[in-house]
């Protein structure tokens, strides 16, 4: 059992002594100044997982079918961004699985993590700035017409398009667009080379011409080419049923469902009385729960890190404030003893990413070093910041309260608010301090890269640093050896400039129930291969 699950029971309502609080944070991997701290500051043991608790009008499962015969029902700790069904437009874990589902890309990965062919059957660059692809024939719509060269001219030009504010385009390069040979055969063209378009391609999906140019239709429904087509969503429940003229063939399954079950013990509950088949984002407290029936548990997902982002409006503008930030927290417990992953964090690019190596310093937990860097900024006195917390991230409610406690040691005051998941996704940007997930939507850094790009820099994290927006740049134009240096450049200013507060790398534990057949993940995000998969 999960050292944190022992604590559970002590903190969640029926009180603990002081000592048997000690000795259960001792257990946990805790150091008994850190726990001495969580008690004097009252974060414990009334509080130290209060956080785990979440607003229950936003966490309902919702709706039926959960766990029905042949319905595979996906329970995530967060919904989709929005009702508007624009698949350019929006880019959470539960808006890539429904993309995935119900529209196709024209490049994939399969489950090796190789680039295969999706609804382009060929494709080599004609020069630098150049990409022929030739397009499948059997590919059709959910609603029965072909998939064209003009409905794929339509979604990449869009993405390419330098005034566009849709999310995607940020994986796209400016003036990107699409020269249409026949109506299967296209070239794709970019103003300078650009190195990630390949992996860029897995992530567009292709909409019809006709839906581009009336963009409304996204607020009633998706309509892709993929093996699922979008029936409603209610109840926090988006429903799916099977494409059965799928040109890839018939789905295994009825449908699919994603549910939004925001509590991770509720979630838990879930996949225990099979109200859902598949748990995703799972952690070493769920591993735990299910070890012993059966289920199975797959690490295959995008690489990604846990981080803490800070606010460059507020005093943590200053990089000697942030990498005493990094200093004053034991990465190394947290990795350990909670995430089950070891060492933490050693780059601003987590380890299954492409072009990952090891960086310096290592920022190890120093408190000394914490005080002097923060005397350094000006803060010898100490300073008070604002921190959001929520139930997003595993672990996270506890998670923040010893980051809480870390930081007060050396002279951070810490004014920690819990929000529920939706209200912290929405907010979490005017607090200077919030824990959060990021990472690759593929295994090259290109999509992690881009989240520093000027317009999403300032938006999420109040920073504008011209010198980002270059090396950027640079990763984007370069091919070969020349933009894996160009990575590592950029990777090696974030890490040392603590840009964020890299904590440690992330597992995507995605745990499966028994009954589920042939299920397979990739090293991107969604449920591509989902389709393959079915039910006892």
Same mark, same amino acid.
């Given at each position: 059992m999960d050292e944190v699950k022992k604590v559970l029971p002590s903190v969640r309502?029926?009180?603990?002594?002081?000592?048997?609080?000690?000795?259960? !944070?001792?257990?946990?991997?805790l150091s008994a100044s850190t726990v001495g701290r969580l008690l004097a500051v009252g974060a414990a043991p009334a509080g130290l997982l209060a956080g785990c608790g979440t607003d229950s009008e936003s966490a309902s499962g919702g709706g039926g079918g959960g766990g029905a015969a042949g319905i595979i029902a996906i329970g995530n700790a967060e919904p989709p961004t929005s009702a508007y069904w624009d698949p350019h437009a929006q880019f959470g874990m539960a808006d890539t699985q429904l993309w995935s589902l119900t529209y196709d890309m024209l490049l994939s990965y399969d489950k090796s993590g190789r680039v295969v062919g999706g609804l382009a059957r060929r494709w080599h660059r004609t020069s630098p700035q150049r990409?022929?692809?030739?397009?499948?024939?059997?590919?059709?719509?959910?609603?029965?017409?072909?998939?064209?060269?003009?409905?794929?001219?339509?979604?990449?030009?869009?993405?390419?398009?330098?005034?566009?504010?849709?999310?995607?385009?940020?994986?796209?390069?400016?003036?990107?667009?699409?020269?249409?040979?026949?109506?299967?055969?296209?070239?794709i063209v970019t103003p300078r080379p650009f190195g990630p378009l390949e992996s860029a391609?897995?992530?567009?999906?292709?909409?019809?011409?006709?839906?581009?140019?009336?963009?409304?239709?996204?607020? =009633?429904?998706?309509?892709?080419?993929?093996?699922?087509?979008?029936?409603?969503?209610?109840?926090?429940?988006v429903?799916?049923?099977?494409?059965?003229?799928?040109?890839? !063939?018939?789905?295994?399954?009825?449908?699919? =469902?994603?549910?939004?079950?925001?509590?991770?013990?509720?979630?838990?509950?879930?996949?225990?009385? !099979?109200?859902?088949?598949?748990?995703?984002r799972g952690s070493s407290l769920t591993l735990d729960a299910t070890k012993k029936d059966g289920y199975h548990v797959t690490t295959t997902g995008p690489a990604s890190q846990l981080i803490y982002i800070p606010q460059h409006n507020t005093e943590l503008s200053d990089p000697r404030v942030r990498q005493a930030i990094a200093h004053a927290i034991d990465r190394r417990a947290i990795a350990k003893s909670l995430i089950r992953i070891d060492p933490p964090a050693r780059s601003s690019?987590?380890?299954?990413?492409?072009?990952?190596?090891?960086?310096?310093?290592?920022?190890? %937990?120093?408190?000394?070093?914490?005080?002097?860097?923060?005397?350094?900024?000006?803060?010898?006195? !100490?300073?008070k910041i604002t921190m959001a917390s929520s139930n997003l991230v595993t672990h996270q409610p506890a998670i923040d309260q010893l980051v809480k406690s870390w930081l007060e040691e050396v002279?951070? =005051?810490?004014?920690?608010?819990?929000?529920?998941?939706?209200?912290?996704?929405?907010?979490?940007?005017?607090?200077?301090?919030?824990?959060?997930?990021?990472?690759?939507?593929?295994?090259?850094?290109?999509?992690?890269?881009?989240?520093?790009?000027?317009?999403?820099?300032?938006?999420?994290?109040?920073?504008d640093d011209p010198k980002i927006g270059r090396l950027l740049q640079r990763t984007r134009e370069t091919t070969g050896a020349a933009r894996r240096a160009a990575i590592d450049a950029y990777a090696s200013y974030l890490w040392q400039n603590q840009i964020m507060?890299?904590?440690?790398?992330?597992?995507?534990?995605?745990?499966?129930?028994?009954?589920?057949?042939? %299920?397979?993940?990739?090293?991107?995000?969604?449920?591509?291969?989902?389709w393959r998969a079915s039910k006892a």
């Open positions: 309502g029926r009180g603990v002594s002081r000592r048997a609080f000690l000795n259960e !944070g001792a257990a946990w991997g990409m022929r692809l030739e397009l499948r024939e059997d590919a059709r719509f959910q609603d029965g017409a072909p998939v064209l060269a003009k409905d794929v001219k339509a979604s990449l030009d869009r993405l390419g398009d330098p005034e566009s504010r849709l999310v995607l385009s940020a994986y796209a390069t400016p003036g990107m667009r699409v020269e249409v040979i026949d109506e299967h055969t296209i070239e391609l897995t992530l567009f999906a292709i909409a019809p011409a006709r839906d581009i140019a009336q963009p409304d239709v996204f607020r =009633e429904r998706p309509l892709g080419s993929g093996p699922f087509r979008f029936v409603r969503y209610k109840n926090n429940v429903e799916l049923v099977a494409n059965e003229r799928y040109w890839r !063939g018939k789905p295994a399954s009825r449908g699919v =469902e994603l549910r939004y079950i925001a509590d991770p013990e509720a979630r838990l509950n879930a996949l225990l009385t !099979g109200a859902i088949d598949i748990y995703t690019l987590p380890a299954g990413t492409d072009g990952f190596r090891p960086l310096a310093p290592s920022f190890e %937990y120093d408190p000394d070093k914490a005080r002097r860097l923060l005397a350094d900024a000006g803060h010898a006195n !100490g300073l002279g951070i =005051e810490v004014e920690l608010r819990t929000l529920e998941t939706g209200t912290f996704r929405s907010s979490y940007n005017q607090y200077a301090l919030s824990f959060n997930a990021l990472g690759t939507m593929n295994p090259d850094p290109d999509s992690l890269l881009t989240f520093f790009r000027p317009v999403v820099a300032q938006a999420a994290l109040n920073l507060i890299y904590v440690t790398d992330d597992i995507w534990f995605t745990v499966v129930n028994p009954k589920l057949r042939n %299920y397979h993940r990739t090293p991107q995000q969604g449920e591509p291969l989902l």
